[in-house]
């Protein structure tokens, strides 16, 4: 048959055919390895090009409200646009207000919710509320102002509050839209911990608890430090829903146990209820953009301080190991 007679390959030729198919794939492999590397060293420079032009735009308009106006003026008690009083300390203090109110609620109950998904509940249970959380975090933030504004303003008058528009109806508003990155974010960290973390713990003779407290929690801080952060990032630059069920008072309420219960004004609510109504390059509109420095400096000490304490934990445990 001609398959008989077809003439076979010697090793030579067959030796110098895989050679040159291996330097193909070589060649094609290192062009494909060039190109993600470069695709992603662009991505890398482009985020960073990207908010240092915001900064720059950021610095450009709001730097004669830092040159024109005297500091002492900057930080009075007092913003009254109209007789040109540019006090920032009530929207300054409005706002770490409302996002220490809403760290102190959301926080521990992120933290609880995503232990208890990602080491103690069980699986149908994961498998069922899992997406439900992921799923509140695609609600607009207009429409649960709209509903903290309709419902839980009246609520907070009827419990004793002289008005429903308070810190702490912000307060919670807020810490219900900062639960899904944080529970998300942490029982991810927690479900990346290796499986003999827990063996190795058990083992030993610890109980269940003991082995979350002592070993997967310890394990997953960096991740769990990062949640907490991107969750106080998500409480202090939300605009909307802060605007409608605040109050827009620019005051700074008396320190005292009610001090929650009275209206306040953020930083982000002032930029985007008054941003519409000035003229372009007039003082109203330069301090408005001061505050927007203000704002991003705040965001830059908070990631800072997330990756200083993110560090010390992996040079901890790297010195343990």
């Known amino acids: 048959m001609d398959w008989q007679n ?4 010697s090793p030579r030729e067959v030796g110098q055919n895989w050679l040159s198919e291996t330097v193909r794939l070589l060649r094609t492999t290192r062009w494909d390895e060039f190109l ?11 985020a960073v ?7 720059f735009f950021l610095l450009r308009e709001g730097s004669p409200a830092f040159l024109d106006v005297p500091l002492r003026q900057l930080g009075g008690e007092r913003w009254y646009p109209i007789e040109g009083l540019w006090g920032l300390r009530p ?8 996002t220490i109110g809403a760290t102190f609620i959301a926080v521990p109950l992120g933290l609880t919710t995503a232990i208890y998904l990602g ?12 997406p439900l959380i992921e799923l509140l975090a695609g609600i607009p933030s207009i429409v649960l102002g709209f509903l903290g504004w309709v419902t839980l303003a009246p609520l907070i008058q009827q419990l004793g509050a002289p008005t429903g528009l308070t810190a702490f109806t912000g307060s919670l508003l807020l810490a219900y839209m900062s639960l899904p990155t944080i529970i998300s974010i942490t029982e991810d960290a927690l479900y990346a911990v290796p499986r003999e973390y827990r063996d190795g713990a058990l083992a030993l003779g610890a109980t269940h608890w003991q082995t979350v407290w002592r070993v997967v929690l310890p394990a997953a801080r960096s991740g769990i430090v990062i949640a907490v952060m991107l969750g106080i990032g998500r409480a202090i630059g939300e605009t909307m829903a802060v605007m409608m069920v605040t109050g827009n008072a620019a005051n700074i309420p008396a320190l005292g146990t009610d001090m929650f219960f009275q209206p306040v004004r953020t930083m982000t609510a002032t930029i985007a209820a ?12 330069h301090n408005l953009f001061g505050i927007g420095i203000v704002l991003f400096l705040i965001t830059f000490t908070i990631n800072s301080l997330a ?5 010390v934990g992996r040079r901890r445990r790297g010195g343990m190991l």
């Open 6 to 9: 077809e003439k076979r390959p």
């Open 36 to 46: 993600i590397e470069n695709s992603i060293r662009l991505a890398g420079v482009s």
């Open 49 to 55: 090009l990207i908010i240092g032009l915001i900064f």
């Open 91 to 98: 929207l300054l203090f409005g706002s770490l207000l409302v």
């Open 119 to 130: 080491e103690f509940a069980p699986i149908w249970q994961r498998d069922l509320f899992k």
């Open 274 to 285: 008054e941003m519409g109504e000035v003229a372009q390059g007039s003082m109203h509109y």
């Open 307 to 311: 990756t200083r304490l993110v560090g």
